[in-house]
């Protein structure tokens, strides 16, 4: 199975894909030459490049069975709404290259495909399946719960926040030596749970649909 991993930072979604399925080939598409680095050394057998994985789903699409993105999210939190009346605060647009992945692969991918992103501060422009504070848009149904682990406390502003996270993911955040903020990269990585329970989800499906046909 050929998997395409965009916007891969460190390979939170990835990291127990091969506990579900050993026979993968992934490619890890990241723009930050730093996580890049990183996540070769987290997963050596992925081939990993450096590029828009925007413009690279798009030139591309067709060599994959199963494409995973998780596009940036800032410009959608509802932490823009509460962060509005801040003196420091800029006003951005929503960057609409998550609905345009969203559009294009619903349309034009014969493969399964799984879109992430947080609960945003508007209503959703293309429904999705909304789990906890996240929505994926995916062209087959995901469990209701996608895992059970939590992290103990509040995050934001505290002292030990990247340390805390680095338990949570089993990473150490602190090896990235880049321009973007550890915290910042830690707070965005997916929940390897997440990833695992939605990737052996899909692969289930895969398989159904594959005895379905054989039957036809």
């Not at 990269?185 to 997916?190: C, D, G, K, T, W």
Request: charge should be positive.
């Amino acid at each position: 199975m050929k998997i395409l991993n965009l916007y891969a930072c460190l390979g939170g979604n990835r990291y127990k894909w091969n506990e579900v399925k050993e026979d993968i080939e992934v490619t890890a598409v990241e723009l930050d030459p730093e996580l890049a680095r990183l996540y070769q050394e987290r997963f050596p057998n992925d081939t990993v490049i450096i590029a828009d994985a925007h413009q690279y789903l798009l030139e591309h699409f067709k060599e994959f069975d199963f494409i995973w993105s998780s596009p940036p999210c800032p410009t959608h939190s509802k932490i823009r709404v509460t962060q509005k009346n801040r003196s420091t605060f800029i006003h951005k647009y929503p960057n609409m290259k998550l609905y345009e992945e969203i559009l294009f692969l619903e349309n034009f991918f014969d493969g399964k495909y799984c879109i992430e992103n947080v609960n945003p501060y508007y209503t959703p422009l293309i429904p999705a399946q909304k789990r906890g504070r996240h929505l994926y848009w995916t062209n087959f149904e995901i469990p209701k719960n996608l895992g059970s682990r939590k992290i103990e406390g509040t995050l934001c502003k505290t002292t030990n926040e990247v340390k805390k996270l680095c338990d949570f993911h089993q990473y150490d955040f602190y090896q990235y030596k880049g321009k973007q903020r550890k915290d910042k990269i830690a707070r965005n990585l997916v929940d390897y749970e997440v990833g695992k329970t939605i990737f052996e989800t899909m692969l289930n499906v895969e398989e159904k649909d594959m005895k379905q046909i054989k039957l036809f």
